[in-house]
């Protein structure tokens, strides 16, 4: 059996706090859901969320982003590889996996938004870990329209339609097509083209 090194140590501990933490906040909420139920579910001590993460909002936080992170790669991998068409019936598969097999995913961002605007000293601390992943979509999004400094307007609304049809999805799924992000996405843009154009 190979040993690990320090840090790949270290980067599998992280994961399975992580993994831990998103079924454990998934099911009893950020405020019901304790470091020693995390730890316990990890299979660690309490001692080893701290050196991690610091707190149980910040492992909350790096969830989210980690969970964020994920999204926009896969989108990198899409746009990489696709045609306009098929990028988006891409995109609205993503929408169909995320909202119907990653069922902690949608609770987690209600869950954390809740919690920052009713504890507000968190709301900076979201949005810089959203940054990130934003960042990342925008510049994808800049290489795709004719002017790229309306990307960080447009991944705004990519973003929102996504998380909405995900929740729409997860409480009504007849109410979200297979393919209406993907359509969403073609009127979207189509729009900021013609937006361009006359200007």
């Not at 297979?178 to 729009?191: I, P, V």
Request: charged share 35%; net charge negative.
């Amino acid at each position: 059996m190979t040993r690990l090194t320090r840090a790949e140590a270290k980067a599998r501990t992280r994961e399975r706090l992580l993994d831990a933490a998103a079924r454990v906040f998934a099911q009893k909420g950020l405020a019901g859901a304790s470091v020693d139920e995390i730890a316990e579910a990890a299979g660690y001590s309490i001692g080893a969320v701290y050196s991690n993460f610091g707190s149980k909002e910040q492992l909350f936080v790096e969830l989210l982003k980690e969970k964020a992170n994920d999204r926009v790669i896969r989108a990198a991998e899409i746009m990489a590889d696709a045609e306009p068409d098929e990028a988006r019936r891409a995109f609205s598969q993503l929408v169909i996996e995320v909202a119907d097999k990653d069922a902690d995913f949608a609770p987690l961002q209600a869950e954390f938004w809740l919690y920052a605007v009713r504890n507000p000293e968190l709301m900076e601390t979201y949005a810089e870990r959203m940054r990130e992943p934003r960042d990342l979509l925008t510049e994808l999004v800049g290489r795709s329209v004719p002017d790229p400094d309306r990307a960080g307007e447009l991944s705004a609304i990519v973003i929102a339609l996504f998380q909405g049809l995900v929740r729409m999805r997860r409480v009504d799924p007849d109410s979200v097509p297979d393919e209406l992000f993907g359509r969403a996405l073609r009127w979207l843009f189509t729009g900021a083209e013609a937006d361009e154009e006359q200007k």
